[in-house]
């Protein structure tokens, strides 16, 4: 049982940047797709940022040269930053983990972009 558990989240002004991290236990993190969805109120769950297990990026078009994922495998860990951050990406954002038969998904962090 793979498990996946999301900090970094919280209340930022317009313009400004957060990292959110997951921190992965229970199953081979190297060999999965690992990637960052979010989910807006009223609104339906989004992929925002994937990461293949060879390193292959791909991102949600809104987000393309503000946000960057990575991945350190020796540490079982993902990353988002995320820059010039702007109301519109007001959400909870999600980890998943996709293997060849299961997805894996964490609990969730807010971010908020106010002033």
């Known amino acids: 049982q793979v498990q996946l558990v999301e900090s970094g989240g919280g209340l930022v002004q317009p313009g400004g940047s957060l990292r959110l991290s997951c921190a992965a236990s229970?199953?081979?993190?190297?060999?999965?797709?690992m990637g960052w969805y979010r989910q807006a109120p009223g609104k339906e769950r989004e992929l925002v940022a994937a990461i293949t297990r060879g390193g292959s990026t791909n991102y949600e078009d809104s987000v393309k040269g503000r946000f960057t994922i990575s991945r350190d495998n020796a540490k079982n860990t993902l990353s988002l930053q995320m820059n010039s951050l702007k109301p519109e990406d007001t959400a909870v954002y999600y980890c998943?983990?996709?293997?060849?038969?299961?997805?894996?998904w964490g609990q969730g962090t807010q971010v908020t972009v106010s002033s």
């Open positions: 229970g199953g081979l993190f190297s060999i999965a797709t």
């Open positions: 998943n983990a996709k293997y060849p038969l299961v997805d894996y």
